[in-house]
């Protein structure tokens, strides 16, 4: 009996009946989990697709963005040209100019754009170039993505074709900013009305009037702190007479450098705001005496000074006696213009640069393009503190 029972037990242990060691089932692992514990760089086939899709749709977006901000760019470029004609044709000197200046900073926003748009072409190529790198791509994005390719390269021949367009259309704009004449008149920051004379390029810039008493103390005995600005004062001032040849030429000498020095020219400290016009040198901003050319268009126009008045070139006698004269006690006189013949019959005569006389005074010039600038720097003064009276366009 005892025999019967070991037999039983061995025959359990071979059939497997009893485990001869208790064992902890392990789950079986799927297909996916298997290969990525035997490659960790494996990627799941539904993960690719949507990154995929993902990156397809963000170049299709970006393509049909650009495509639209191009179309706004060619309009915007034909109304350029457009407004540019209207406003060539604006009598108002003035407002021509203004209109010019916007015309130049709309034309440079549009550049800018365009400069924009390069940038993002630049990385919706590198997207696309990513996105072909893809394993496994439909055959249908893969059409897309070279046709989006080809899109993206016409976009970018196209912002060219934009930017030479914008850069030849600036040149129009400054040449017909330059050739807007000069204004008629001009007050100077002392007070002085400036009025033009002659024509073309004899144009010039003379005084209304002789210098008045006040205007030559103003000039010449600035206050403290004063910009040698005309004194307010309702009776009018009168010309300043009795004055020497040197005298009026010291009076030229110190207005020049106080309107110089409010006279600042254009483009300085305005981070390139407005057209880059030319500059005009000095001698295009300075008052000095009329000189001989200037008397005869002078005499040939209405003007009539009140007193007679000095003019900054020599004197040469009609005699043989009175140049030896001259020449013997080493003395030169200047011409003195006398429209209303206050002193002699004759209108012009020589007297000493040192002499003074009650009826004899003077009158200044200045270049026309003195009134030019003036013009074109209380305009950018002008644009400048409108564009700082706009509110900021902050977000909230």
């Not at 009598?91 to 365009?114: F, H, I, M, R």
């Not at 990385?123 to 993206?152: C, R, W, Y």
């Not at 268009?297 to 008045?309: E, H, V």
Request: aromatic residues 8%; glycine residues 4%; charged residues 20%.
């Amino acid at each position: 009996m005892r025999s019967l029972a070991i037999y039983a037990l061995l025959g359990c242990m071979y059939c497997g009946v009893l485990p001869l060691q208790a064992q902890t089932p392990t789950p079986a692992a799927t297909p996916a989990a298997a290969a990525a514990n035997a490659n960790p760089d494996v990627r799941f086939r539904a993960l690719e697709e949507h990154e995929q899709r993902g990156a397809v749709l963000k170049i299709r977006d970006q393509l049909l963005f650009e495509r639209s901000e191009k179309d706004k760019r060619e309009r915007a470029i034909a109304g350029l040209r457009n407004a540019l004609q209207g406003t060539l044709m604006n009598p108002d000197d003035t407002q021509k100019l203004a209109g010019l200046v916007t015309l130049w900073q709309d034309a440079n926003s549009l550049y800018d754009e365009v400069k924009r748009a390069n940038y993002r072409q630049l990385e919706l190529i590198t997207l696309i170039g990513n996105a072909k790198l893809s394993a496994g791509m439909l055959p249908q994005v893969a059409s897309f993505l070279l046709d989006a390719e080809k899109q993206t390269t016409q976009l970018g021949d196209n912002q060219k074709k934009q930017q030479e367009h914008l850069l030849s259309f600036g040149q129009p704009i400054i040449m017909a900013i330059c050739n807007v004449p000069p204004p008629r008149s001009f007050i100077t920051h002392s007070g002085i009305t400036m009025r033009l004379c002659g024509q073309g390029k004899e144009w010039f810039y003379v005084s209304e009037q002789p210098i008045t008493e006040a205007q030559y103390q103003a000039v010449i005995q600035p206050q403290a702190g004063d910009s040698a600005k005309a004194p307010a004062t309702d009776s009018p001032s009168p010309a300043k007479t009795d004055v020497s040849l040197t005298n009026a030429i010291r009076f030229c000498g110190m207005l020049t450098r106080l309107e110089q020095r409010n006279l600042l020219l254009p483009n300085i400290s305005r981070a390139n705001r407005y057209p880059p016009i030319p500059k005009a040198g000095n001698e295009n901003h300075t008052y000095v005496l009329p000189d001989n050319n200037q008397l005869n268009i002078l005499s040939l126009t209405s003007y009539t000074p009140s007193c007679a008045i000095w003019i900054n070139s020599p004197w040469l006698p009609n005699d043989s006696d009175t140049e030896r004269a001259l020449e013997r006690f080493a003395v030169s006189f200047n011409i003195v213009w006398d429209p209303r013949r206050l002193f002699a019959e004759s209108t012009t005569f020589g007297e000493l640069p040192f002499a003074r006389y009650p009826q004899l005074g003077f009158v200044i010039v200045t270049h026309r393009n003195t009134g030019w600038y003036l013009r074109w720097q209380h305009l950018l003064d002008k644009m400048d503190a409108a564009n700082a009276e706009q509110p900021l366009n902050t977000p909230e």
